[in-house]
């Protein structure tokens, strides 16, 4: 969900502006799992654009402060959600670790990295959201270290029902600051697609496995 929709309109825009977020109905993109897509998300060009990059770290440290309270560590999801995590851990002057996929294969063997006590609340910080499964991961991981995951926020989601589910079934409030939908108004209305290729776009959210067959 988003809790802002004049933050989710401004950074759809810089998004679609920056190149981060490509539209492409008729030459759709392929997934490593295999599915056709006709958009492609590179969040971590928003860190060559200070102005974007700024524009996501306040966006976020508001969002904890107003959403979720006493906060006492920022993670950020390895690894793409590693230096949005930092730049938000900077903003409100707490602690920040992040969380491997999996544990390290050498050395202490960690899947957590800095320091992190039993107890501590965190808000867990990825850059997108797809289907869930890499963000959960994360927070098993730290709720297993005895964390108390208050949320997690994203730059982005497509908003697929599968991620809507596995974060009610996990107890873990998801938020992002814009999304598939939003996206895609602003991309109307900015002409980056036009409304003949709009219908299109709706359409593989609905079914991306099948979106191309």
Known sequence: ??????????????LLEIK?????????????????????CDNR???SHPKVRNF?????????????GDTDVIAGVATAGIPH????????????????DKPKGHGLENQIEGKLE??????????????GGSSLKAVDALRAAGAEVVGLGAIFTYGFPQAETAFKEANCKA??????????????RNNYIKQSELDTLKAWKENPQGWNK
């Open 1 to 14: 969900m988003i809790l802002n929709n004049v933050v989710a309109r401004d950074m759809a825009d810089f």
């Open 175 to 188: 938020v992002t600051l814009t999304n598939y939908d939003t996206l895609l108004d602003i991309a109307l």
């Open 56 to 68: 996501i770290k306040t966006s976020f440290a508001d969002l904890i402060d107003d959403e979720f």
């Open 85 to 100: 995590g930092a730049l938000v851990a900077d903003v409100l002057n707490l602690p920040f670790v992040y969380v491997r």
């Open 118 to 131: 039993p107890g501590q609340r965190v808000f867990v910080i990825e850059d997108l959201i797809s289907t």
């Open 20 to 40: 981060a977020v490509i539209l492409n109905a008729a030459d759709p993109f392929t997934w490593a799992s295999g599915i056709k897509s006709p958009i492609y």
């Open 45 to 47: 060009k928003t860190l």
